[in-house]
């Protein structure tokens, strides 16, 4: 079997018309659309059947798929560890990293890595925490920034840095004047918080609770950036890591971030990979480089840190 063609199988029973699917292999539509044919006779059954105008997978056509997927998900990591093994220096590094990281954390990381590796590429996935991890799971990412251990039995995972999360409270809240508050001053109000698949909601639902009260969710959202946004209109308050210094600067409408005093309000972030996976040589070296780049800033923020507050 063609690999060529079995790249074309995939594409089209994922969606792919067969005339785009023929122009991504430099092929005319008749020549894909008769290699496919071929492909049926080798396989012995039919793969796709005609429903309107698009062609949708047979049976026997998903059970092949799921085979076609792993052989050439094989076959590319093959050319991956050849390429790197010619040359070692220009490898592609597939990360994947939550939102809420790709504005302080991920830039630093990524521009020190090519300082020292400047012909690395990089294949960037962002979203929340449930699809990276099914992502880290395909194998379609080597690895995954994330906040907090996934938990997972196939997944190694290390911490990188100990982020403070802090009370954002809409401008003109009682308590936006203030620097500090206990988190239970605000256990009667309603938290925006991240969808239940996110791991900041646990972390903000596990804090209430250690702070003696149930957070009543007001609204919920995918992304850091909208939590901060609906605090800002007013809606609630939630627990959020403060803007970074790369962060755009605040507007005039931008929530206020006091520092929790009543329980010890933080999450982790860290690098995650598959346990059971031989990376390749480049995707090790970055997670060297990962923890190293953690451990320098734990240092910088150490020697900041004012005296009387050690």
Not at 18 to 25: E, N
Not at 120 to 147: H, Y
Not at 221 to 226: I, L, N, R, S, Y
């Amino acid at each position: 079997m063609d690999v060529q063609v079995l790249r074309s199988f995939r594409a089209v029973a994922e969606g792919a018309t067969v005339t785009h699917a023929a122009a991504q292999a430099h092929l005319t539509q008749p020549a894909l659309s008769r290699a496919l044919r071929r492909l049926e006779r080798e396989v012995g059954a039919e793969l796709f059947q005609q429903v309107g105008r698009v062609l949708r997978l047979t049976p026997a056509g998903q059970v092949f798929k799921e085979h076609v997927d792993a052989a050439l998900d094989r076959i590319d990591l093959g050319l991956r560890a050849v390429r790197e093994t010619v040359s070692p220096e220009s490898g592609l590094i597939p990360l994947a990293f939550l939102h809420s990281l790709g504005t302080w954390l991920l830039p630093p990381l990524i521009t020190g890595y090519r300082e020292r590796f400047p012909l690395a590429r990089f294949e960037l996935r962002q979203g929340g925490e449930a699809v990276l991890l099914q992502a880290l799971l395909d194998g379609t990412a080597d690895l995954l920034l994330t906040a907090e251990d996934p938990g997972h039995a196939l997944v190694a995972w290390r911490r990188l840095l100990v982020e403070p999360l802090w009370l954002a409270v809409p401008p003109g809240h009682r308590l936006a004047q203030r620097r500090r508050a206990r988190l239970s001053e605000v256990a009667d109000e309603p938290f925006i918080m991240l969808r239940h698949e996110q791991g900041l909601r646990a972390v903000t639902e596990a804090l209430c609770r250690t702070a003696g009260f149930t957070p009543r969710a007001g609204f919920e959202g995918d992304e850091v950036a909208t939590l901060r946004g609906l605090v800002a209109a007013g809606l609630g308050v939630s627990l959020l890591p403060r803007p970074h210094s790369a962060a755009p600067p605040p507007s005039r409408r931008a929530p206020t971030y006091l520092q929790v005093t009543d329980v010890e309000a933080t999450r982790d972030i860290g690098i995650a990979w598959l346990s059971s996976r031989n990376l390749p040589a480049n995707s090790r070296r970055f997670i060297d480089h990962a923890l190293e780049h953690a451990a320098g800033v734990a240092r910088q923020e150490q020697e900041h840190i004012p005296a009387q507050e050690t």
